[in-house]
C-alpha cells in the first residue's frame, strides 16, 4: 500500500509540498473514492509513518517505510476489530 510515497524526514510540520500532495490525495482517494481532498497538512511523522490532517478533522497514518505497512495494519486491527 505504500507506493512510492515521500520520506518526509526532512521537514518539521511544514505544509506538504504540491509533489507529495499529489500523491497523498491519490493514495487516499483509492481507499476514500468519496472523500473530496482538499487541504492536507502534516499533522506529524515519526520514523516509520506520517500523519495527514484533511481538513484539520480527519487524520490519515501512511507508512514512510515498507516494514511499517504490517505494524500500521497490526495497530487498525486492534484499535477496529472486525472493520
Given at each position: 500500500?505504500?507506493?512510492?510515497?515521500?520520506?518526509?524526514?526532512?521537514?518539521?510540520?511544514?505544509?506538504?509540498?504540491?509533489?507529495?500532495?499529489?500523491?497523498?490525495?491519490?493514495?487516499?482517494?483509492?481507499?476514500f473514492p468519496d472523500l473530496v481532498v482538499d487541504s492536507i497538512k502534516l499533522a506529524s511523522e515519526g520514523l516509520n509513518?506520517?500523519?495527514?490532517?484533511?481538513?484539520?478533522e480527519l487524520v490519515f497514518r501512511l507508512p514512510n517505510l515498507d516494514e511499517a505497512v504490517a505494524k500500521i495494519e497490526l495497530e487498525a486491527t486492534l484499535l477496529c476489530p472486525g472493520c
Open positions: 500500500m505504500r507506493g512510492d510515497l515521500p520520506s518526509p524526514g526532512h521537514r518539521k510540520k511544514n505544509p506538504v509540498s504540491s509533489n507529495e500532495y499529489g500523491l497523498y490525495k491519490v493514495t487516499i482517494g483509492k481507499c509513518d506520517l500523519a495527514l490532517a484533511i481538513y484539520d
